[in-house]
């Protein structure tokens, strides 16, 4: 295998995965026969490389899919506890009808809010106007955070996680090529070697019968 294809130096994409090596011609990569199995065990290792990160992706992928929806209800509720506090000074509610999991008491300052203890249990709590809100950090983690800072926040970790699957689309698309290019450079390699394999036959079949020919009769 020629050292285009083992190059250091190879482009990567945005997050440093390196492009496969597109085999235009055959003669680029292996000069004789005694190459093909070198070649093409190189061209395999890299496939399963591929495919393990194309796997990892897939799990990292699954999780901000899961994690993008909990983060965006976090913060519309923070967002909606914000609101509260505002239209609490005002006297106005326009957020009656805001969030589905509020019912608003109007004959009391509390809010009614149903909560999610398990996924087939709820409670109900008053919540009143409140400077704070508890966030989850993970690890059994706990933090109180000013409202604000709070949305602030959870509105960068929500770019963040939105940004991190967009690129994670992004790879996976950019792994599948690569996997189709090593895929499509093996079949490549391996016809060549049918084909040279066919032409040394013919070859030593027509030294085999010019012999034949030389020969004297008799």
Known sequence: MSSKAQSKDAPTNPRGIPHAPFVDKVDDYVSSRTEVDGTMKSFQEMISKYQFMEANTQRRKAGLDEKIPDIQKTLD?????????????????????FFSNFAIQP???????????????????????????????????????????AETLLEGKLSGAQQTLENCEEDLDFLREQITT????????????????RKEKAESREGVDGKKKGLPNG
């Open 77 to 97: 509720t923070v967002r909606f506890l914000k609101s509260q506090k505002v239209d609490s000074l005002s006297g106005q509610r326009p957020w009656r009808s």
């Open 107 to 149: 004959d009391s300052d509390p809010l009614e809010a149903t909560f999610e203890l398990n996924d087939t249990l709820y409670a109900k709590a008053l919540v009143p106007a409140t400077e704070e809100v508890y966030l989850w950090l993970g690890a059994n983690v706990m933090l109180s955070y000013p409202i604000a800072e």
């Open 182 to 197: 090593l895929e499509v450079a093996t079949a490549r390699v391996y016809n060549w070697d049918v084909t040279m394999k």
